[in-house]
């Protein structure tokens, strides 16, 4: 028999084995209080205790993280495995990008038009001089962009590894055009040099905390929204999905419109997370779409653990801050340790970081319960 | 056109000249069959008679080369899987197929969803706590609720699977050798639910099992090599000289 895909069983379930015994309803409320601690010390401690370059690298991750709760959504949780997701967070990226390098004064356009001769606007720049259409559109462009991608594929039934090949496909194609766009959008170079947004310098330290504060709370947004769509009967039939699609299709269910919600609230996350990382970064450049980045995302999603929301932003924090810490002090040696994590999430731990935790972790700690008890007999004795 | 009017009782499910050929292969060749409303009925046949064909032809798995088959007058050949279960058509499958990583009570949660459409499906409102308990019960499966159903053990998955298809509330029943692998003890509890289940739904059942086959068969359809061969009481069957030669012929090969 196949073993089960995870140890994970969706909330609201205790097996005897588990310490903690509660109703679904106090999970919950734990749950939610957990959350709140954790957005509280993200918002206030670490803004005291980190320097203010560490403080914009977590902001930066805790942006990707938005990713990563979207790859979990469909790959973890849907068996979806996108490696596409690098194409609608440039989407969100070039949104909020084309918004910024429109902060000019009255009738200028953005410098590197004049590069290449170009001295109108392009249409579609236009609507991005409003904010409320940018902020839309940083959401719906992906959304819209993995729904038609997504219906085409799905309603055909492509799955598995012909799914994700289609995915990374799409990817080259998008990295191309957009490298090849230079009268359009900047081509290869991509959007840079932002200075404000709402008239406020984006460079100063008030602005750049609020821009922190605010990827926590978006953090927390597509926590909550990813969390809402596993948990019910929705998010059992995305399981269901996973583990046995013909299956679903028997029980009554058209597969094709829950994997194309959940493949284009995906792709929205990353459009999200890709206006955040940008406007942390300063840059949005056709390199978001390349390959290697969005296998990366997929590793941050592995490393942490699938099917476990809360693996994703910490796969995702954790790879990044291993990344950094690792490329400062050896350039080198970090595609060998991403190599390295791979190999050690497939052969050492295939549910990631919290599967492992919830699986050894409690044998571990059963064991630790028994040798004290042993011990405390002992010293009896 | 079906031009045989039902007399007596209506008839729920009308098959005829249905020709299934993959490659060239025939694994239903001309077949006619149709079920009354109520009825149980149990095919049987040597291996490759078409009996699982027949089953994905009747869900919407495979698509007939051939031949015209009327669900209440719905012509089932032009629907997808999910439109013919919504339809009224349950199958239980040969070997268990339940969703492993949720538990008994969620996979039946998840048949029982009377809107089974995403939006319904995300933010519809609905209490089938009773339903699932009862169905529980039914199937013996009340103190394993909880554990994900790729814990239980075969039988059990059986009776799972089972449940599932009524959760459904089809008016026709497919069960595809629900007791293989069961205990004697087990079989015959399937059966005694079976029978009890004849009585509000039209059940069609392929078997294998002759002592489970006499024990619920009340009308026994015999298949050979895509094609029906006779029908009639088990007795009648279990006499008649080609249902015989078939069966032996097929353990002389094998």
Redesign the interface.
């Given at each position: 028999?196949?073993v089960?895909?995870?140890p994970?069983?969706?909330d609201g379930?205790?097996?005897p084995a588990q310490g903690l015994d509660l109703s679904p309803r106090n999970k919950l409320l734990l749950e939610a209080g957990v959350l709140m601690g954790v957005l509280l010390l993200l918002i206030f401690v670490f803004p005291a205790v980190l320097s203010g370059f560490r403080l914009n690298l977590l902001g930066r991750f805790l942006a990707l993280s938005i990713v990563a709760l979207g790859i979990d959504l469909i790959w973890g949780y849907t068996g979806m495995l996108s490696l596409g997701q690098g194409v609608f967070f440039a989407l969100g990226g070039y949104a909020l990008g084309m918004h910024l390098s429109l902060q000019l004064p009255d009738g200028r356009i953005p410098e590197f038009f004049s590069l290449y001769g170009v001295t109108e606007l392009p249409w579609f720049w236009r609507p991005f001089y409003s904010f409320s259409f940018t902020a839309i559109a940083i959401f719906l462009i992906p959304a819209l962009v993995a729904s038609a991608l997504g219906y085409l594929v799905v309603r055909n039934r492509i799955r598995g590894v012909y799914f994700s090949i289609l995915t990374q496909a799409t990817t080259i194609i998008f990295f191309n055009f957009f490298n090849g766009q230079q009268r359009l959008i900047n081509g290869t170079n991509g959007l840079t040099s932002f200075t404000t947004l709402f008239d406020l310098n984006i460079n100063s330290a008030e602005m750049r905390f609020a821009i922190y504060v605010a990827t926590i709370l978006f953090v927390a947004l597509a926590y909550v929204l990813c969390r809402y769509?596993t948990s019910g009967?929705?998010g059992?039939?995305l399981?269901?999905i996973r583990?046995?699609e013909?299956?679903v299709?028997?029980?009554?269910?058209?597969p094709t419109?829950?994997k194309v919600?959940v493949f284009a609230v995906a792709a929205g996350l990353a459009g999200i997370a890709g206006a955040l990382f940008t406007l942390q970064t300063g840059i949005i450049s056709p390199n978001a779409m390349s390959v290697p980045f969005s296998i990366e995302m997929v590793i941050w999603v592995a490393v942490g653990g699938r099917s476990s929301l809360i693996g994703a932003v910490i796969g995702a924090v954790l790879v990044n801050f291993a990344k950094s810490l690792l490329s400062e002090s050896f350039p080198e040696i970090w595609l060998f340790f991403q190599g390295g994590l791979f190999l050690l999430v497939v052969m050492v731990l295939p549910d990631g970081l919290v599967g492992w935790v919830r699986t050894q972790g409690r044998q571990l700690w059963i064991i630790f319960q028994l040798w004290r008890r042993r011990l405390a007999k002992t010293s009896l004795a | 056109m079906l031009t045989a009017a039902p007399i007596a009782t209506r008839q729920i499910l009308q098959i005829q000249d249905l020709t299934v050929s993959f490659d060239g292969f025939k694994a239903l060749n001309g077949l006619n069959f149709s079920l009354d409303e109520g009825e149980l009925r149990v095919v049987i046949g040597p291996n490759g008679a078409g009996k699982t064909t027949l089953l994905d032809v009747l869900t919407g798995k495979v698509r007939p080369t051939k031949g015209c088959v009327l669900f209440k007058g719905k012509d089932l050949t032009k629907l997808k899987e999910h439109q013919i279960s919504v339809l009224g058509i349950g199958r239980k499958f040969q070997t268990p197929r339940i969703y492993q990583n949720l538990n008994p009570r969620e996979n039946l949660e998840l048949s029982l969803n009377p809107h089974k459409e995403v939006f319904p499906t995300l933010f519809g409102r609905r209490d089938l706590r009773d339903k699932v308990d009862a169905l529980l019960e039914t199937i013996h499966l009340v103190h394993k609720d909880r554990i994900p159903a790729g814990l239980l053990s075969h039988g059990e998955k059986q009776w799972l699977e089972i449940g599932m298809v009524i959760a459904q509330d089809p008016d026709l029943l497919l069960l595809d050798e629900c007791v293989a692998g069961m205990t004697d003890k087990e079989t015959e509890a399937t059966g005694e639910l079976i029978q009890s289940l004849a009585k509000n739904h039209t059940i069609l059942v392929i078997e294998h099992d002759m002592v489970f086959v006499r024990q619920i068969a009340r009308k026994v359809t015999v298949l050979h090599q895509g094609a029906l061969l006779c029908e009639g009481s088990f007795e009648e069957v279990k006499n008649d000289p080609r249902v015989i030669e078939v069966y032996l012929g097929s353990h002389k090969r094998g």
């Amino acid at each position: 028999m196949k073993v089960l895909h995870s140890p994970h069983t969706p909330d609201g379930i205790t097996t005897p084995a588990q310490g903690l015994d509660l109703s679904p309803r106090n999970k919950l409320l734990l749950e939610a209080g957990v959350l709140m601690g954790v957005l509280l010390l993200l918002i206030f401690v670490f803004p005291a205790v980190l320097s203010g370059f560490r403080l914009n690298l977590l902001g930066r991750f805790l942006a990707l993280s938005i990713v990563a709760l979207g790859i979990d959504l469909i790959w973890g949780y849907t068996g979806m495995l996108s490696l596409g997701q690098g194409v609608f967070f440039a989407l969100g990226g070039y949104a909020l990008g084309m918004h910024l390098s429109l902060q000019l004064p009255d009738g200028r356009i953005p410098e590197f038009f004049s590069l290449y001769g170009v001295t109108e606007l392009p249409w579609f720049w236009r609507p991005f001089y409003s904010f409320s259409f940018t902020a839309i559109a940083i959401f719906l462009i992906p959304a819209l962009v993995a729904s038609a991608l997504g219906y085409l594929v799905v309603r055909n039934r492509i799955r598995g590894v012909y799914f994700s090949i289609l995915t990374q496909a799409t990817t080259i194609i998008f990295f191309n055009f957009f490298n090849g766009q230079q009268r359009l959008i900047n081509g290869t170079n991509g959007l840079t040099s932002f200075t404000t947004l709402f008239d406020l310098n984006i460079n100063s330290a008030e602005m750049r905390f609020a821009i922190y504060v605010a990827t926590i709370l978006f953090v927390a947004l597509a926590y909550v929204l990813c969390r809402y769509l596993t948990s019910g009967l929705f998010g059992r039939i995305l399981v269901a999905i996973r583990d046995d699609e013909p299956r679903v299709r028997f029980s009554g269910y058209d597969p094709t419109g829950f994997k194309v919600l959940v493949f284009a609230v995906a792709a929205g996350l990353a459009g999200i997370a890709g206006a955040l990382f940008t406007l942390q970064t300063g840059i949005i450049s056709p390199n978001a779409m390349s390959v290697p980045f969005s296998i990366e995302m997929v590793i941050w999603v592995a490393v942490g653990g699938r099917s476990s929301l809360i693996g994703a932003v910490i796969g995702a924090v954790l790879v990044n801050f291993a990344k950094s810490l690792l490329s400062e002090s050896f350039p080198e040696i970090w595609l060998f340790f991403q190599g390295g994590l791979f190999l050690l999430v497939v052969m050492v731990l295939p549910d990631g970081l919290v599967g492992w935790v919830r699986t050894q972790g409690r044998q571990l700690w059963i064991i630790f319960q028994l040798w004290r008890r042993r011990l405390a007999k002992t010293s009896l004795a | 056109m079906l031009t045989a009017a039902p007399i007596a009782t209506r008839q729920i499910l009308q098959i005829q000249d249905l020709t299934v050929s993959f490659d060239g292969f025939k694994a239903l060749n001309g077949l006619n069959f149709s079920l009354d409303e109520g009825e149980l009925r149990v095919v049987i046949g040597p291996n490759g008679a078409g009996k699982t064909t027949l089953l994905d032809v009747l869900t919407g798995k495979v698509r007939p080369t051939k031949g015209c088959v009327l669900f209440k007058g719905k012509d089932l050949t032009k629907l997808k899987e999910h439109q013919i279960s919504v339809l009224g058509i349950g199958r239980k499958f040969q070997t268990p197929r339940i969703y492993q990583n949720l538990n008994p009570r969620e996979n039946l949660e998840l048949s029982l969803n009377p809107h089974k459409e995403v939006f319904p499906t995300l933010f519809g409102r609905r209490d089938l706590r009773d339903k699932v308990d009862a169905l529980l019960e039914t199937i013996h499966l009340v103190h394993k609720d909880r554990i994900p159903a790729g814990l239980l053990s075969h039988g059990e998955k059986q009776w799972l699977e089972i449940g599932m298809v009524i959760a459904q509330d089809p008016d026709l029943l497919l069960l595809d050798e629900c007791v293989a692998g069961m205990t004697d003890k087990e079989t015959e509890a399937t059966g005694e639910l079976i029978q009890s289940l004849a009585k509000n739904h039209t059940i069609l059942v392929i078997e294998h099992d002759m002592v489970f086959v006499r024990q619920i068969a009340r009308k026994v359809t015999v298949l050979h090599q895509g094609a029906l061969l006779c029908e009639g009481s088990f007795e009648e069957v279990k006499n008649d000289p080609r249902v015989i030669e078939v069966y032996l012929g097929s353990h002389k090969r094998g």
